[in-house]
Each structure stands twice: as C-alpha cells, then as structure tokens.
C-alpha cells in the first residue's frame, strides 16, 4: 500500500516559520514529480510548490514565491516544504501529492497519490 504521511503543521504566528515534512512509504517516490497544495475552508485546492524527480527543477505559486522552499531527500523517501514568512493568508490543510509525468505539472489533476493532509494555522 503506497501511503504519503504529512507531518510538522501547527499553530504558529504571523512571521514565523514551520517544516513540514512527507514520508512516503509502500514503494519508492524517487521517480516521481513530488508537490504540495493546500486547501482553507470554502476554496478550492490551490497549487503551492512542486519538484522534479532530480531535484533540479521546482516551481512555485506567486503567493509564496521567496518566502516557501521545496526540497527532497529521495534517500529517505521524504519531500519538504520549509516556510518562513508565514502570513494569516498560509492558513490551510497542507496536503503532499506525487505525480508520475516526468515533468514538473501544477495541476492537482495529474497527482497520482495523496497524503490526508495537515493543517497550518497563522496566526494574526
């Protein structure tokens, strides 16, 4: 059973920083495109961040462009998303993704496998 895990959401304060992480389990994820969207209550599923199976490649939403860093370690089969900056706007459930195109893609509908999210909460 290919499963994706978030953890490190929480409650933190306008400004300040959180980790989160996603550990995959059941088969390996070093070939696919890994990325991370959010969702608040009452709106739709919003891209955030995305990285190439390599590494080399990321891309981000404008919103928190600067301020959101995607990274991988394929070795530990996990995929990061460090955020510094955090505004009362970031506040969502955090939800990992894994895509088997070979190329960075943006959209949720070519996610393949999901984690059950994990919910951020910025403070004002």
């Known amino acids: 059973q290919a499963q994706l895990v978030e953890s490190g959401g929480g409650l933190v304060q306008a400004g300040g920083s959180l980790r989160l992480s996603c550990a995959a389990s059941g088969r390996t994820f070093s070939n696919y495109v890994m990325g991370w969207f959010r969702q608040a209550p009452g709106k739709e599923r919003e891209f955030v961040a995305a990285i190439h199976w390599s590494g080399g490649s990321t891309n981000y939403a404008d919103s928190v462009k600067g301020r959101f860093t995607i990274s991988r370690d394929n070795a530990k089969n996990t995929v990061y998303l460090q955020m510094n900056s955090l505004k009362p706007e970031d506040t969502a459930v955090y939800y990992c993704?894994?895509?088997?195109?070979?190329?960075?893609?943006?959209?949720?509908?070519?996610?393949?496998?999901w984690g059950q999210g994990t919910q951020v909460t910025v403070s004002s």
């Open positions: 993704a894994a895509s088997r195109k070979a190329y960075v893609v943006t959209t949720h509908l070519l996610y393949n496998y």
